[in-house]
């Protein structure tokens, strides 16, 4: 089916897995598709556009429950990976990525303190100077 930019998909598919609500997609889904981003079988634009097709199941966007939920950490690396590109998220920051899924499951407020804590520790302008540098020589976003 393709997709206008008003249509909502009917599901958000991920090689052999279709989900059709945010509540069917899980810690272990979400491992996966970082998986598959860092060895390389999808390119980032492939995660973000999953990403941001979980989005438009859900008719508000993004649910935004309190961080003692256990679905918090889930929901907020999706939101990261469907703005890939205006998050500055790279493939190098999958291994913290990862550690917060799995810490979030049970400790959803250590994991965004750990989470947030990587991020402060990251150049942010180093990266969106290596980025204008690719899109000036028609290079497309980092794999």
């Given at each position: 089916m393709k997709k ?140």
């Open positions: 206008s930019s008003t249509s909502i998909p009917e599901a958000a598919r991920w090689q052999d897995k279709e989900f059709h609500s945010l509540d069917e997609f899980d810690y272990a889904d979400l491992l996966r598709v970082l998986q598959d981003w860092e060895t390389g079988e999808f390119p980032s634009w492939e995660v973000s556009a999953f990403a941001e097709d979980l989005k438009e199941l859900e008719a508000g966007g993004w649910p935004d429950p309190p961080v003692d939920d256990p679905r918090f950490m889930l929901i907020e690396i999706s939101h990261l990976l469907e703005d890939i590109e205006g998050s500055y998220v790279f493939k190098e920051d999958i291994p913290a990525l990862k550690r917060a899924l799995q810490l979030g499951q049970t400790r959803p407020q250590e994991a965004l303190d750990e989470l947030n804590a990587y991020f402060d520790g990251v150049d942010f302008e180093a990266r969106e100077k290596f980025i204008s540098e690719r899109f000036s020589q028609g290079l497309l976003w980092p794999p």
